[in-house]
């Protein structure tokens, strides 16, 4: 396996080392950076994917309030997706490997009250991606695609880890595994190994949707990483210069 430069990550890295000097971080501080970077990772998300409630009216819906003119899915896929993040983090805090066990639960959590008879179930039917160039697998060979992804991602050890994150995130689109969830199931494994790896989430922003499209379109069609690995890295550097901002530690040298 031919690993990537380390080069492109030397700056993230760096700031990495700033955060986890400061460690342990101030408890309100702490919570309320989680709290907004969780926010916005659960609005970008799901506004990838078509919801329209804006950052604000997600937030509130995380409150427990209803957004008139919104529909239930909407309001459903802001609650799930907090849940979801819920979850991982339960997961990092366990130190837990990847598993299809995982992979199933988080995507269970996304359309959990959306689509019940779905959740959790690899798809039954051959699909197509609008606007993809490769055309996922077969839902038969879905089983064996799964447990090979899980594979490569305990060989892929060696990798660095935004490298890593970026390719099970792109390696997962691939396969679409299921009939509806996929965006927010990916984002959630993305930031799943980026977090085990002490890095912050990476948010995918809405403005992002097309680049994120083209970069993981080019990296299905060809292999080559380097424009969905940059674009996460981009991400991870402006979570981390919110962690540093925040602390006081921007300047820091």
């Given at each position: 396996?031919?690993?990537?430069?380390?080069?492109?990550f030397?700056?993230?890295?760096?700031?990495?080392s700033?955060?986890?000097?400061?460690?342990?971080?101030?408890?309100?501080?702490?919570?309320?950076?989680?709290?907004k970077?969780?926010?916005?990772?659960?609005?970008?998300?799901?506004?990838?994917?078509?919801?329209?409630?804006?950052l604000?009216?997600?937030?509130?819906?995380?409150?427990?309030?209803?957004?008139?003119?919104?529909?239930?899915?909407?309001?459903f896929?802001?609650?799930?997706?907090?849940?979801?993040?819920?979850?991982?983090?339960?997961?990092?805090?366990k130190?837990?490997?990847?598993?299809?066990?995982?992979?199933?639960?988080?995507?269970?959590?996304?359309?959990?009250?959306?689509?019940?008879?779905e959740?959790?179930?690899y798809?039954?039917?051959?699909?197509?991606?609008a606007?993809?160039?490769?055309?996922?697998?077969?839902?038969?060979?879905?089983?064996?695609?799964?447990?090979?992804?899980?594979?490569?991602h305990?060989?892929a050890?060696?990798?660095?880890?935004?490298?890593?994150?970026?390719?099970?995130?792109?390696?997962?689109?691939?396969?679409?595994?299921?009939?509806?969830?996929?965006?927010?199931?990916?984002?959630?494994?993305?930031?799943?190994?980026?977090?085990?790896?002490?890095?912050?989430?990476?948010?995918?922003?809405?403005?992002?949707?097309?680049a994120?499209?083209?970069?993981?379109?080019?990296?299905?069609?060809?292999?080559?990483?380097?424009?969905?690995?940059?674009?996460?890295?981009?991400?991870?550097?402006?979570?981390?210069?919110?962690?540093?901002?925040?602390?006081?530690?921007?300047?820091?040298?």
């Open positions: 396996m031919t690993l990537p430069p380390t080069a492109p030397e700056a993230i890295d760096n700031d990495k700033k955060l986890d000097a400061a460690h342990p971080l101030p408890k309100h501080s702490l919570a309320t950076l989680r709290e970077l969780a926010l916005e990772w659960t609005y970008h998300s799901n506004a990838i994917e078509g919801n329209t409630l804006t604000r009216e997600t937030k509130v819906v995380l409150e427990g309030i209803t957004v008139g003119g919104k529909s239930l899915r909407e309001h896929e802001a609650t799930n997706h907090r849940d979801a993040i819920l979850y991982v983090e339960e997961l990092v805090a130190s837990e490997p990847l598993s299809e066990w995982q992979i199933r639960n988080i995507h269970s959590l996304v359309l959990k009250g959306i689509d019940d008879g959740a959790g179930r798809r039954q039917e051959n699909v197509v991606i606007g993809a160039s490769t055309t996922p697998p077969d839902f038969l060979h879905l089983p064996q695609e799964m447990a090979s992804l899980v594979e490569w305990v060989e050890q060696g990798m660095h880890p935004i490298a890593r994150a970026a390719e099970l995130h792109t390696r997962f689109v691939k396969i679409h595994p299921f009939v509806d969830g996929n965006g927010r199931t990916a984002r959630l494994l993305l930031n799943f190994q980026l977090m085990k790896a002490g890095y912050p989430p990476a948010i995918i922003r809405k403005e992002d949707r097309l994120d499209y083209d970069s993981l379109d080019e990296a299905c069609v060809t292999g080559n990483y380097t424009e969905i690995t940059q674009l996460v890295a981009q991400a991870v550097q402006r979570s981390l210069d919110t962690y540093l901002q925040v602390l006081g530690l921007s300047g820091a040298r």
